[in-house]
């Protein structure tokens, strides 16, 4: 079993839908990560909170928005994807920025 | 900058025999190392780390792996490959100095072992 809980599992959406994404870790970790991973690629780095605060953004599209409401809890909001953002959307934690991550299952996303 | 490298895209190995995955890197600073293994349709498991002291790490799963400052490597091994090892690996590294730098993953290597 994961420690990292990311729902939903699947979501297929239209490209003029909003949605959000969610995960939650209990581990008290401080720093908390979302990737982008297409089949068989590694997961490419999209942004990370570290005490809450947005400290990485790779230089991700505005249609992606990112948020952090507390410790255990990170958002991603959605709106107005393209077909080239389905991927599986991986959610990961850690105790500081430079130790083992934790991944959750993540979300497989399919743009119509 | 930072980077690792795979060579490899696909191991095969008989089951009951021993496994090595490569990994080579790069880092301006002292590296952190990690190895993760995803399985389908889940998210990425982490192994075993390397940041100082004994270069033989030893990990979950009866994995472990070597670091080589000298040749610059970190592979992933194992003595006795199972049939529920086939996976996809993914070696990581991050420089150790200065603040916050993120992990640069490999491009992965996929481990078959064959019954």
């Known amino acids: 079993d994961t420690e990292v809980t990311q729902t939903p599992k699947h979501l297929v959406m239209g490209m003029t839908n909003k949605k959000s994404l969610k995960c939650e870790q209990h581990?008290?970790?401080?720093?908390m990560y979302w990737y982008k991973q297409k089949a068989k690629k590694p997961p490419e780095l999209m942004f990370v909170?570290?005490?809450?605060?947005?400290?990485i953004n790779e230089s991700v599209p505005s249609r992606f928005s990112p948020e952090c409401p507390n410790s255990s809890l990170l958002n991603l909001h959605l709106h107005a994807l393209q077909p080239e953002d389905s991927a599986l959307y991986l959610c990961?934690?850690?105790?500081?920025?430079?130790?083992?991550?934790?991944f959750g299952d993540g979300t497989r996303l399919s743009i119509l | 900058a930072q980077s690792v490298a795979q060579p490899e895209d696909q191991v095969n190995v008989a089951e009951g025999n021993p496994l090595t995955v490569k990994c080579t890197y790069s880092?301006?600073?002292?590296?952190?190392l990690f190895w993760y293994v995803q399985y389908p349709n889940r998210g990425l498991q982490f192994l075993l780390k390397?940041?100082?002291?004994?270069?033989l790490v030893k990990g979950s799963y009866g994995f472990e792996a070597e670091f080589n400052k000298s040749q610059t490597s970190f592979h992933l091994k194992k003595p006795s490959a199972l049939v529920s090892d086939s996976a996809l690996y993914f070696c990581?590294?991050?420089?150790?100095?200065?603040?916050?730098?993120?992990?640069?993953f490999g491009t992965g290597t996929k481990l078959q072992v064959i019954p």
């Open positions: 990961a934690s850690s105790h500081g920025t430079g130790e083992p991550q934790h």
């Open positions: 581990m008290g970790h401080r720093a």
């Open positions: 909170y570290s005490y809450e605060k947005l400290s």
């Open positions: 880092v301006s600073g002292n590296p952190y």
């Open positions: 390397y940041i100082t002291g004994d270069n």
């Open positions: 990581a590294v991050r420089d150790g100095s200065g603040g916050y730098q993120k992990v640069t």
